[in-house]
């Protein structure tokens, strides 16, 4: 069983806003340092936004002011509201969440994937 699922994915005009979800069967965002990451052909998988379990988030030069990363742990669910999309957006978006274990390992997970096309 896949434990992360992203949903949302979409074609949309350039200036359009989407939001994505990702979800877990069970709590565990809380706990853990989760982000949104994205990736295109032919590149790597850059991370766009980032929470951790304290509530910090980070996001990529590319996101900032457009995206907003935020968790609900009562769904057990990360989003990732996107506004005035751009072409350059387009890209396979993935979530992942790295949980520390007690023993001083960090487990990682990682969503399928969901598509985003962004058209000018």
């Known amino acids: 069983q896949q434990l992360l699922v992203e949903s949302g994915g979409c074609s949309v005009q350039a200036g359009r806003s989407l939001g994505l979800l990702c979800t877990a069967p069970r709590s565990i965002f809380s706990v853990a340092a989760t982000g949104w990451y994205r990736q295109s052909p032919g590149t790597q998988r850059d991370m766009v936004a980032a929470i951790t379990s304290g509530g910090n988030i980070n996001y990529a030069d590319s996101a900032k002011d457009r995206f907003t990363i935020s968790r609900n742990d009562v769904k057990n669910s990360v989003d990732l509201q996107m506004n005035s999309l751009k072409p350059e957006d387009t890209a396979v978006y993935y979530c992942?969440?790295?949980?520390?274990?007690?023993?001083?390992?960090?487990?990682?997970?990682w969503g399928q994937g969901t598509q985003v096309t962004v058209s000018s």
């Open positions: 992942n969440t790295r949980v520390s274990t007690s023993d001083r390992r960090t487990l990682s997970y």
